[in-house]
């Protein structure tokens, strides 16, 4: 493992002591979904993005990344405290009257790194491509990030926005499904199956990526890919696979973790699992 | 006792979504950062002159309303100022949920420009005819809602709402209606406009219901009963005080909106009443019910929106006081 593929696994590992932290203390929220796109985040803010903890709206000069699914807002506050956009003792009020820290992200509340509401799902794609289109517009030459969930592929809007972004070329745009096969009432599987996911991107005209989303190399290795696809005339595709849960043994291998908090004594098993590398907050 | 009213008059008919393609076309010249979003009607929205003027800030999305919604919303980030184009009730009910969370709730700068509003859409019928509309977008915490009245005030509304920061829902329509408001008006989002001062009875109108409103003044002064008349172009936020001082004058009201009974504005200012200064209130709207095909003055005739209704209401109203 390389120095910088280390520092990033100990990030990783500390984010997912954030997130169990927080679900547990306000007895609710979405570990599951947080956990398995812990790494994606960690290499996304850590090593990908060109970004400014001073946080601006606009962005301009900035890569800006949108999270659609919204629901795994614990691995994207821990993300952005842990990066500097604010202390990461407010972690602490996650969910908690008067908080910054809603339930799914808002701008309303003005949390620095937060540029859309989601919660509602199938919406953050378009915003992407709105950002993107504006970058153009601005002859700014940083790049879009966005992240959905596959469950979230349900919904119609995003492929209104897949064809929109193939059609007019939005190629500075880098989206990424977490393909974990669950959602909350079973696996995606059982309850709508998303088939082929390679062949509907690309018959949809995206170029498609594979990434191993919990393996911190790979993610770093298929960010870093992605990037020099873009500015080629198409929208770029990341289909990251991942293990709902990841990093908690028992919060693997099942959906029961999408949207469910860990009791006392599952919050110590769990934190067994996750070495302390930050400094809890 | 004749009680002279205000006169206006008018030499042409103009759509208001001919008002609004001219106040855009404007608003792009006068700020670079105004880019423009149509779902496949440019035609219906008039939007040609803006698109031949800045094809690179204009961007045709297709019939995906929703997508629309969310790409004007991104655009915000970074500084431009999206005017979203389609009918109204695909610039509405179909993308409630993409205006609350990704326009309202986030506070972006989009403008939310709606065309074919109300039953004068005529011969496409109740599909298309949306009613509810502005009850659904004041409900919207933040939400600036506008209803002009003719060509002129649709264009000076236009161009005023580029220069507000904020989400901004401008409905406007199709057919021609008289153009009798003045052509170089400067337009203040939330002040409503004195059309005529009286005081028997307060007649607050919007939209195509206020050259109705005056059609009804002036049949009514024939009569002897003295109306003031207000053009509520901004149903939200509501000019209170022009309200309020208007019904302490004339201590009874008929409001007049091409839209709904229920919510619309007849509903804001009788919640206003309701708080400050109960009095009676009667409403010339559509009785709760969709519309149908049929030319768009049948269709006024028939759902109870026409000059003679107002006249109807206004005589009713004041044997209430």
Known sequence: MTPDIEKLTKTASQVRRDIVRMVHACQSGHPGGSLGCADYLVALYFHTLKHNTKFNMDGHGEDLFFLSNGHISPVFYSVLARSGYFEASELATFRKINTRLQGHPTTHENLPGIRIASGSLGQGMSVA????????????SRLVFSLHGDGELQEGQIWEAAMYASHN????????????????????????????????????GWEVLDMNGNDMADVVRVLDLAISKTCKGKPIMILMQTMMGNGVDFMMHTHKWHGTAPNDEQLATALGQL????GDY | MFCPMKKYTYTEKKDT??????????????????????ADLIGSLKMDAFIKEFPERFFQIGIAEANMMGIAAGLTIGGKIPFTGTFANFSTG?????????????DKNVKICASHAGLTLGEDGATHQILEDIGMMKMLPGMVVINPCDYNQTKAATMAIADYHGPVYLRFGRPTVPVFTDPDQKFEIGKAWMVNEGTDISIFATGHMVWKAIEAGELLAEAGINVEIINIHTIKPLDEEAVLKSVAKTGCVVTAEEHNRIGGL??????????????????????????????????????????EDIIKAVNRVIKRK
């Open chain 1, 129 to 140: 491509i709105g950002a993107a289109v504006a970058k153009k517009l601005n002859k700014d």
């Open chain 1, 169 to 204: 070329k939005v190629d500075n745009l880098i989206s990424t499904i977490d393909v974990n096969g669950q959602q909350i009432d079973g696996p995606t599987d059982k309850i709508l199956s998303l088939g082929n996911l390679r062949t509907k991107w690309e018959a949809f």
């Open chain 1, 275 to 278: 070495e302390e590398t930050l």
């Open chain 2, 17 to 38: 979504r001919s008002g609004f393609g001219a106040g855009l076309l404007e608003a792009g010249k006068k700020n670079d950062q105004v880019v423009a979003l149509c």
């Open chain 2, 94 to 106: 179909r993308v409630y949920d993409q205006i609350r969370q990704s326009i309202a709730y986030s």
């Open chain 2, 266 to 307: 007849g509903d804001s200012i009788a919640q206003l009443l309701a708080r400050n200064n109960p009095v009676p209130q009667e409403y010339v709207a559509v009785n709760d019910s969709f519309g149908e095909s049929g030319t768009p003055d049948q269709l006024m005739k028939k759902y109870g929106l026409d000059t």
